[in-house]
């Protein structure tokens, strides 16, 4: 079954882990938070590594690796404006693009019974990845408090924004018209 690939275990894995690491860095346990949050992270970049290199890329895999991508992005975001921790512009846009993104999914599978693929380009991995890295560096502000003190560090943190939420606006804008030929039937693929 194709589930159980190595790739989409990773990939459920990941899903698995939000909670626990919220529940750490909730209860202060940092330490712990942060090597899910890496773990996390790594099995992001690794799942699509192994799928590539052993011919494992699964039509599910595809549609699921972006879906939790999203739920990771949205659940740490979430608790990070909870806790006055993320710019909150920064997370409108993500959160636009994301539940958009997600809305997709029972609408074109479930409501419309239309099949599609996702093959991913590089401006949305790398969007996904700049995402991955704020989440990073906003935690360890809270990890390791004497991070705020390293020099120009929140220069750093709100070029990020900058770039990640103009790429994120860049998705969406390419995103909305991919749907709306998809859901008419002139597409069949994300990219």
């Known amino acids: 079954?194709?589930?159980?690939?190595?790739?989409?275990?990773?990939t459920l894995l990941r899903l698995i882990l939000i909670l626990p690491a919220?529940?750490?860095?909730?209860?202060?346990?940092?330490?712990?938070?942060?090597?899910?949050?890496?773990?996390?992270?790594?099995?992001?970049?690794?799942?699509?590594?192994?799928?590539?290199?052993?011919?494992?890329?699964?039509?599910?895999?595809?549609?699921?690796?972006?879906?939790?991508?999203?739920?990771?992005?949205?659940?740490?975001?979430?608790y990070l404006l909870i806790v006055n921790k993320v710019d909150y512009l920064y997370f409108l846009i993500i959160l636009t693009r994301d539940i958009s993104q997600l809305l997709s999914v029972p609408i074109l599978i479930m409501w419309k019974k239309i099949k599609f693929k996702v093959q991913p380009k590089l401006i949305p991995k790398f969007g996904t990845a700049l995402n991955f890295l704020i989440l990073l560096l906003i935690c360890s502000t809270i990890f390791i408090k004497e991070i705020k003190i390293f020099p120009f560090f929140d220069y750093i943190l709100n070029f990020l924004y900058i770039v990640s939420g103009l790429i994120e606006i860049y998705i969406l804008s390419t995103y909305i018209p991919r749907f709306i030929e998809i859901y008419s039937g002139r597409h069949d693929t994300f990219e």
């Open 1 to 10: 079954m194709e589930l159980l690939y190595v790739p989409n275990l990773l």
């Open 22 to 78: 919220l529940y750490y860095l909730d209860q202060s346990l940092y330490k712990n938070s942060l090597i899910l949050i890496i773990i996390i992270i790594i099995s992001d970049f690794l799942d699509g590594i192994i799928a590539r290199k052993f011919n494992l890329i699964t039509n599910i895999g595809s549609i699921l690796d972006p879906i939790v991508d999203k739920i990771v992005v949205l659940s740490f975001f979430s």
